[in-house]
C-alpha cells in the first residue's frame, strides 16, 4: 500500500509515541510505503530542524536517511485548480496523483476536508492504524 504522509504526521511520528510513530514503524518494516516529492521532504525537513531544537536527544537524521532509501519519489505536476484551502496543502494532494496513491495520512482539517477529491481518501493517524495496520 502506497501512502502520502502529511508533514504533521511524519514529524509527530518521530518525536512522540501514538499512532503516527506506529506508521512511521509499518513503513520502517516495509508494510506500507511512503509517496514523498522533493517539496514535501523539504517542508519534513524544515519543520524538523525547528522542532529539534526544542527536544536536543530527539536525532532526526536518520528518519531522513531512511526517506532517502525507503522512499518512492515522484515527481507532481502542479495542480491547475487549488484543491485545499490552504494552498500549501496542495502538494499532497499531487503527490498521492502522481505517484497513483488513494491516501494520504494527515490530521489537517484543511486536508481532511478535500478527502474524497479524485478518489484520494485523507484519513487521520489513529482512523489508518485501525483500519490498516495490526495493532500489536
Request: net charge neutral; proline share 5%.
Amino acid at each position: 500500500m502506497k501512502i502520502v504522509l502529511d508533514t504533521n504526521v511524519f514529524i509527530s511520528g518521530v518525536f512522540f509515541k501514538g499512532p503516527p510513530n506506529q506508521i512511521l514503524r509499518a513503513w520502517r518494516d516495509g508494510r506500507i510505503r511512503f509517496l514523498m516529492s522533493e517539496e514535501i521532504l523539504k517542508e519534513y525537513q524544515s519543520v524538523g530542524e525547528h522542532l529539534a531544537r526544542g527536544f536536543p536527544k530527539v536525532d532526526l537524521e536518520p528518519f531522513l536517511e531512511l526517506l532517502a532509501i525507503k522512499t518512492e519519489f515522484v515527481i507532481p505536476k502542479k495542480l491547475q485548480n487549488r484543491v485545499c484551502e490552504d494552498p500549501d496543502d496542495d502538494k499532497f494532494i499531487a503527490c498521492a496523483l502522481a505517484g497513483k496513491s488513494n491516501m494520504i495520512i494527515s490530521g489537517d482539517k484543511h486536508l481532511l476536508r478535500v478527502s474524497g477529491y479524485e478518489g484520494i481518501k485523507v484519513l487521520r493517524p489513529r482512523k489508518f492504524v485501525d483500519e490498516h495496520l495490526d495493532n500489536s
